[in-house]
């Protein structure tokens, strides 16, 4: 959070959308700048702290004079690092080192990190050990593993045990091949921030629980066998009808019950469909008075009892990434329409935030989210959601989204199916009376 000394701070409209912006030209001479200077200029602007890039450095760089000798350093602050293997490595190193000296002095080393989201790329590693044969690239990889295993393990460490930095493995490509956007993964992440209000309101349910105001995380370490129990029962049969909700990769909302189970499971770096649905099934088969509910409520208890040294930590920050890993696994897993899951995503996307900010959800009670499409009549609308008011006496609100995605790139095909969309909205409006559409293409 920038200390926004000189007032620059401002809001920028394009297309509806507002973005942040630090306006450098209340500077006299900043449009006398070269264009790297002004990116500087507005990067220190953005990332003023008063410590490491003060209003003097800010003020010497927006007076610039290119006659001048250069006595001042420009405290630049990347929005992100790629660093390959021979010069990351021992960045890596330096942080471990660091580490261990504050440890050493009382500190708390876990505060020590990269500033900025970093990546690291192992690249030229693998060697042609073996060639001519369809699996040699992979005997090659496995080759390099074994060769500098005490290298991966350390870097293998490292992108655990440090916050905003990542390790592309060997065999991925060389450095400058390597698509560090990654638009996927950045969508993902954007999506898995939609998970913290339903984290929020598990960690509120924890303190109530507990009569604690510690964090989720101290909770979850600290508490008893039956405190812990306490807490996911109380999650799990909450009767109260506006909450958060949880979904997958494509934006399906999880049934409630089925969303606690999931969250419980995925923080203790479990698999909740693949792994623990078995055993819980096995358990209900050898005594079938166990409910399955309170099968998994008994199961995650001792887990997060037996796992919780273990996996280290429950703070939003690390099991972000987890969510983060679900959902591409759940994306992967899941085929269909991509544009109705972005469409679905998208709309999942705004209610949440909605509820991040507010806690509640407006005028409505509740909001379904369809998982998948609907029939009217004769026509199908491929996403929509259900809007219950809190007034019983208002109707409830049905939002239809039909997505204009067959055949629609050109030609007679995108004429007949706008057709279909105008006669989908006229049967939409007729049989369905508290409703809104919003078509898209």
Sequence with gaps: MSKDSFKTKTTLEVAGKSYEIFDITGFKRAQDLPFSLKILLENLLRTEDGANITAEQIEKLAAWDPSAEPDTEIQFTPARVIMQDFTGVPCIVDLATMREAIADLGGDPAKVNPLSPAELVIDHSVIADLFGTKDSFEQNVDIEYQRNKERYRFLRWGQTAFDEFKVVPPGTGIVHQVNITNYRLMELSKLADQYKPFYDWVEKKAKAI??????????????????????????????????????????????????????????????????????????????????????QIDTLTELIVAYRKVVGGFEW?????????????????????????????????????????????????????????????????????????????????????????????????AHLFSRDILMAIQTLKAHVSNCKIAVLS
Excluded at 233 to 253: N, Q
Excluded at 334 to 357: C, D, P, W, Y
Aim: hydrophobic share 35%; net charge positive; proline share 4%.
């Design 317 to 413: 920050n690390v099991v972000r990434e987890i969510f983060i890993d679900r959902l591409e696994g759940s994306r992967r897993s899941i085929r269909g329409h991509k544009l109705e899951a972005f469409v679905r995503t998208a709309l999942i996307t705004s209610i949440q935030n909605h509820f991040s900010i507010h806690n509640h959800y407006g005028q409505f009670q509740r909001i379904e989210i369809q998982d998948k499409q609907v029939k009217i009549q004769n026509h199908t609308v491929d996403v929509s959601a259900v809007f219950h008011p809190k007034d019983s006496d208002l109707p409830t609100l049905h939002l239809f989204m039909p997505i204009k995605t067959r055949e629609t790139s050109g030609g007679g095909h």
């Design 210 to 295: 507990t009569h604690s105001h510690k964090l989720l995380n101290a909770i979850l370490l600290e508490s008893s066998p039956s405190q812990i129990k306490a807490i996911l029962s109380a999650c799990y049969f909450d009767a109260t009808i506006e909450k958060p909700v949880l979904f997958d990769g494509v934006g399906r909302v999880y049934k409630h019950q089925r969303a606690c189970f999931y969250f419980f499971a995925w923080v203790i770096r479990d698999a909740p469909q693949q792994r623990l649905t078995p055993l819980i099934t096995r358990m209900h088969h050898y005594n079938p008075q166990l409910h399955q509910t309170q099968a």
